[in-house]
């Protein structure tokens, strides 16, 4: 093992014991090792010997590389850039260098673009009378997709929750170590319970082993994956005449319907789990979305229904 790898393997653990979530600490050492790949291309051996010149030709190199022949997104720039951030951060705490050298690196842009695929009330509605309710699956899928539509939460935060995080009598769901392992309560609508309850009397016990808290399980008895849960929502869309959907459209169209429905702005970040209220502002845009096609339809001057003198 090298000085490099070993560097790494402290790095990773770091992050565990710090609470990261699995994925990010996968996602963070990938990126690293991405960034040290490029060092021992260069016969760097001594982490110390990186300064601004070297990491500015890694940034270089990032945003020259290419993914299925297309070049990477801003978005995947800044998520190869930032893990190395966090990797100095570490070192430097650790005593392993004297200066952070990507203290005041310029990090890519990331345009905030429109939530894709929100769903229409009837859309939503058409989407949730699919699965049979006459199967034990049926009964799960359909708790499953009432949850989603009813708290936004995140797919990862769904295939984690155990028995112990749902409470029926006050109509409460907690989210154990969400999206930047924060943990919050979130309500539950009394329609979401009644298909909890439902699940929890006539088909969790027909696919749950005995000793299993997860909540929601796989036919095997097993944790739900992030691409089955993708696939059964994707399948259950074209069953009701829907474009491809999954999780995060479902959260976004929870979200966009409490905007509509005169919700703050603030709960509604609360409810989601955005660490930010900038995050939960993009609903807003969808909103001024919706009025643009509003004037355009129904003003009378877009219509052509006033008449002017025209130079």
Known sequence: MTKLDSLLLKFTEHLKISGFSPRTVESYTQNVRYFLDFLTELKIENIAEVDRRLLADYQARVYLSTYRGKPL??????????????????????????HDPTSKLDLPRTPKQ?????????????????????????????????????????????????VHDLDLRNQELRI????????RIVPLGETACDF?????????PKFAPPGQNLLFVNKSGRKFSRSHLHCMINRYAKKAGLATTGPHAIRHTCATHLLKGKADIRQIQELLGHASISSTQIYTRVEISDLKKVLRRYHPREKGEIETNER
Do not use: C, W
Request: net charge positive.
């Open 73 to 98: 997104a801003a978005g995947t720039q800044r998520g190869r850039i930032v893990p190395v951030q966090h990797f100095y951060q570490y070192l430097l705490k650790a005593g392993v260098v004297l």
């Open 114 to 162: 429109l939530p894709k695929n929100i769903l229409t009330k009837k859309e939503i509605g058409a989407l949730l009378s699919v699965p049979d309710l006459t199967t034990a699956r049926g009964i799960r899928d359909r708790a499953i997709l009432e949850i989603f539509y009813s708290t936004g939460i995140r797919v990862s935060e769904l295939i984690n929750l155990t």
């Open 176 to 183: 154990n170590k969400g999206k930047g392992s924060k943990d």
């Open 196 to 204: 909890l309850e439902m699940y929890l009397r006539e088909s969790r």
